[in-house]
């Protein structure tokens, strides 16, 4: 007997006919013996059709009745799949984020997991029955519903996997694991069996979409075994999906053989650069004191050598949904940054590369500058970590650039 | 200042720019001072859609899993109206009803509201801002979401007012008040300033499809002054819609001089015939017994007088959505019974005259019979109480059966 969470997104969700195959997947677990909370998503559409009605509402509608209207998605699928299940002879009932509760942080709309109480959820699981959990709402402490963001619901499963001490997490999906790049751009791109958490918060962050970043974030803190797997093929076999463990669980050899696990590539970023920036110490500060002062995120910078006249150019990336926001802020800040004109371009696209074996290869970055720089790609701005190299290039060469790469790393799969 | 429970309907919540209508008279009662809570229901449609997909999932489906679903499209239109309440300028905040609470029966999906706590709701009232209710939903004593069953709003609206001693309870809907009779088949229908509790009570039963029955006889128990008005014309002044209240405020004048207030009709019956049933004690017994515990509510009950060879015929009329299943429970016990065959009708309808008047007034049965008369309408079942009298008639006949009786009555307003 083994607990597990079973976590359905919302194509997984979307009507009846799939929240039926959804139930069988779930009643298969419970007949091996096992005990089972599922965590669900909203029908595919159905968030989007709410988080509409909000922003038609009013532009800044108040983020504690936004969480009250866009809860129910989710709120409606675990009332339906409690009911199939109970149709298909399993015996089951929803818990909502009140009633359990998943407390969570006052960040309406943003809210982070704080507690989940497993009192009643350990008492319907020991008697048999299926706990079926909304994802992506909770309580807050001012008592009233919240949401966790979009896609918080991998982050539901992983806290509700966490409290309840369950063995694993099974992530059902639209995708049948985690490639070593999109199977759309290098057709032999391959299933990986195993990946690190930390390997999967670089992908995830990167634009690899399986998983939300905060989920694997979660799984790694608190040790809980994800497994990603498609609700649509397969049967939930134990050889299916990619599981995402610690380093510990990764072989040395497999690890080692392995130099880079992914590539990934992400078209959310846009470039700024500010033009002729006086090179003063402090210069910079007024940069990006003021973006991180409005909660911009900025990713990659990259700051010229100063001309002669003693300025300098500062190039960075932003999200490009925050490019509008931060070309305004910057405006503001025009006269303290000192800089003579501002420059943005949303055509660039970043590709990384990532793998825990990079932490003990030299060269990895220097393959990807030759690779990328043998078919005349023009590399325009750079960061690493200790498991990840990226690149930021015009987007035009994105599917050629994953390519090139894929093949420099070794990764594409053997020719059938 | 007056404190006042605002209810709207599904028409009126159909979309944002009809809950900004909404929001714009709420905004008017709280500009004159008012002390304000909304009942809200779901937007029009959407409460079908989620018993679809609740029927699609199981026939038998699980009333608590039912609720959780249902219960959402009132959750949703509350959280919307807030903020639409707020981006005119209106403080306003939904409590659901776990929230409150609103603590109800454990009857899920036809429960009843037992109290209401109204600590929370008093505070924000006091602060000067809305509270926006979800109607239809409250919760149940073992903790979880339940629903009052289709048409619960009404109910939840009258129940927030008696707990909040609201000086009024106004109802918006999608017609401007209760009229004598359906003014789509008598144009000449005159709308009615005032009627008493129990007239609207026979009414509401009888088809008038103002009011849910229950909310009136809620209203009539707790004395809650209840105001029917259109949500999209008139300016919601004081002047208009109908008033329901109790007999004391209609003066004896008024009530004098109205016989019949107004003349119903309800197609949703079903005549059931059973021939030769054996007319000895408890026969009749052994027919309504059955259809009792099944819940089936008998209306009208005709028993021919004996045959000669000491048999009857026995007819009375069900709701024609239960027609099935009573025909079903009979079959069951026609041995028991005795009867030779069962016959049955849908093509029936019930038309009432319906006035406290009446009380006081001999011949107000016997001048419908002659006026159905004259024009050969043929009564197939009579039933009558205080304030009303009921006829089945054919169902072909029941415009003219209207149209003659409000002329009959003196109903019919002076021609412009």
């Known amino acids: ?56 509402a009013a532009p800044l509608y108040d983020p504690r009745e936004y969480d009250v209207v866009v809860a129910s998605g989710e709120q409606v699928t675990s009332g339906l799949l409690a009911i199939v299940l109970q149709a298909a002879g399993v015996p089951a009932r929803s818990f909502l984020g009140w009633q359990l509760p998943i407390a969570t942080s006052d960040a309406h709309a943003s809210a982070r997991i704080l507690s989940i109480d497993t009192g009643s959820l350990d008492a319907v699981l020991a008697s048999g029955a299926v706990a079926v959990i909304p994802g992506f709402q909770g309580m807050a402490a001012d008592g009233r519903v919240s949401t ?33 790049t999109d199977p759309r751009i290098v057709p032999r791109a391959r299933k990986l069996k195993r990946v690190t958490y930390e390997e999967m918060l670089e992908l995830a962050s990167v634009g690899a979409k399986v998983l939300q970043t905060r989920s694997v974030g979660l799984a790694m803190k608190e040790g809980v075994r994800v497994r990603v797997l498609s609700s649509f093929t397969g049967d939930g076999g134990a050889d299916q999906g990619t599981l995402i463990v610690g380093d510990a669980e990764i072989e040395e050899t497999e690890m080692e053989e392995q130099l880079i696990t992914g590539i990934a590539h992400d078209r959310n970023e846009a470039k700024v650069t500010l033009a002729d920036v006086p090179d003063r110490p402090g210069a910079v500060a007024h940069i990006f ?23 300098t150019d500062v190039t960075f990336t932003v999200p490009a949904a925050e490019l509008a926001r931060a070309l305004d802020v910057l405006e503001g800040e025009r006269e303290r940054i000192g800089f003579s004109r501002m420059l943005h371009d949303t055509k660039v696209v970043k590709i990384s590369v990532v793998g825990v074996g990079m932490r003990s290869h030299a060269g990895v970055a220097s393959t990807m500058f030759k690779a990328l720089a043998d078919r005349g790609i023009n590399i325009q701005a750079i ?34």
């Open 383 to 416: 960061t690493t970590s200790e498991i990840k190299v990226s690149v930021l290039i015009e987007e035009d060469y994105t599917e050629l650039a994953v390519r090139v790469l894929h093949t420099a790393y070794g990764l594409d799969a053997p020719v059938a």
């Open 148 to 180: 966790l963001g979009r896609g918080g619901s991998d982050t539901s499963a992983v806290a509700v996997a966490a409290a309840m001490k369950a063995d694993r997490c099974d992530i059902y999906t639209d995708v049948d694991g985690v490639y070593t």
């Open 289 to 311: 004191g003021p973006l991180a002062a409005a909660s911009i995120n900025v990713d990659m910078i990259v700051q010229n050598v100063a001309h002669t006249g003693g300025s």
């Open 1 to 56: 007997m083994a607990r597990i969470v079973m976590k359905f997104g919302g194509t997984s969700m979307a009507g009846i006919e799939r929240i039926r195959t959804v139930a069988a997947r779930v009643k298969t677990e419970v007949d091996a013996g096992h005990q089972v909370a599922v965590v669900v998503s909203a029908m595919a559409g159905e968030t989007d059709r709410l988080v509409g009605f909000c922003r038609e």
